[in-house]
């Protein structure tokens, strides 16, 4: 591993921009000690940590009260239902006082100098409206979570490291990214409001992408800092094999991929690659028809449909996206994001033993 000092671009004096961390919670409880107590000895000031409980169940908020009500640095924030995460990171953006707004997740750990280090890397550059955190496996420190995204030219994700992969400083440069993931980025609040924040009608999948995919719009870029380390306690096999879940996955993760074509793409991209892409989705169906699993086949299908019934308001958001947040040329913006892959390599990923897709 190289070492830290070694990747510092900009010191930082005492009069730094307030952050606010956002923390949403929906029966989280059996993590939120950990997850409040490491936020808390962050070592970056000032910073304000705005958590909400997104219709908990579980005593989350009575726990969070109790255990760290009284720190003037906390705020908290109950809603009476779970609206899902993206509306619960809105509510915490339209509270937030700081200059920029931290995203994490309730099952995670943060090491105390990840605010310094994004924050370090994002400030003495305005063109930067987000930085993805370096994610590792909270019970394999050395293992990556998650180092950001790429976009093919089907429109699917790639991702930069495989999960579980060892970290041995192979990404260890700030790079620019497509898209990141909620449980550990930071971007400037400003950013957030010009855009529109995260699209709630997503609830959960993809909301992500679709805030990243807007900054680019807007002119801005979204770049990884690998010395801002969270650790995420993602992929532990009860949660990934819940039938919840599975419905989420394949009905809310095949209509968000799609809905976020429609909404971000150029003219001239919207026709060459979303055919492909629900093309792909359609073989993904006649795949799980084959071995069947009829109900999973009709989760996927739920999905496609859902942007057919509501084209009319995918339409409307994507005018405004189109034009008043769109700053930039797809012609610009492409060359940044995409890479471009075999079309196997895709089928592979959504098939394999142990995708998410056939969990």
């Not at 400083?169 to 400037?188: C, H, M, N, P």
Request: proline residues 4%.
């Amino acid at each position: 591993m190289v070492a830290r000092s070694e990747f510092r671009c900009y010191q930082l004096t005492q009069e730094m921009p307030l952050v606010s961390v956002a923390i949403v919670s929906h029966n989280g409880r059996a993590f939120l000690q950990r997850c409040l107590n490491s936020v808390l000895k962050t070592c970056y000031r000032p910073f304000e940590v705005v958590f909400v409980d997104n219709g908990s169940t579980d005593g989350s908020t009575k726990l969070v009260t109790e255990l760290f009500g009284k720190d003037s640095r906390l705020r908290i924030i109950c809603k009476e239902r779970n609206v899902g995460p993206a509306a619960g990171r809105n509510i915490g953006v339209r509270v937030a006082g700081g200059k920029y707004v931290a995203f994490i997740d309730d099952d995670t750990e943060v090491d105390p100098n990840w605010l310094t280090e994004a924050v370090s890397v994002m400030e003495p550059d305005p063109s930067i409206g987000a930085a993805q955190c370096k994610l590792l496996l909270i019970d394999h420190q050395d293992k990556f979570d998650y180092a950001g995204d790429y976009l093919s030219q089907y429109g699917f994700l790639v991702q930069r490291v495989n999960f579980g992969e060892v970290d041995c400083g192979q990404l260890d440069k700030v790079v620019e990214l497509f898209g990141v993931k909620s449980a550990g980025i930071i971007v400037r609040r400003d950013v957030l409001l010009n855009i529109g924040g995260f699209d709630e009608d997503y609830f959960i999948y993809m909301e992500e992408t679709d805030l990243c995919w807007r900054i680019w719009l807007n002119n801005y870029r979204v770049i990884f800092a690998p010395m801002s380390i969270v650790y995420h306690a993602f992929g532990r096999k009860p949660k990934l094999t819940s039938t919840g879940t599975k419905f989420l996955t394949k009905y809310l993760g095949t209509k968000n991929y799609i809905t976020t074509m429609t909404k971000n793409l150029g003219t001239w991209n919207l026709l060459k690659i979303l055919p492909l892409h629900i093309c792909f989705w359609n073989g993904i169906i006649v795949w799980h028809i084959m071995r069947r699993r009829l109900i999973e086949a009709s989760w996927i299908a739920k999905g496609v449909l859902y942007n057919l019934t509501h084209f009319r308001c995918i339409w409307m958001k994507r005018k405004v996206v189109q034009s008043v947040v769109r700053k930039v040329p797809d012609t610009y913006i492409m060359p940044h994001v995409m890479r471009k892959l075999p079309f196997t390599y895709f089928f592979g990923k959504l098939t394999r033993p142990n995708s998410g897709w056939r969990v």
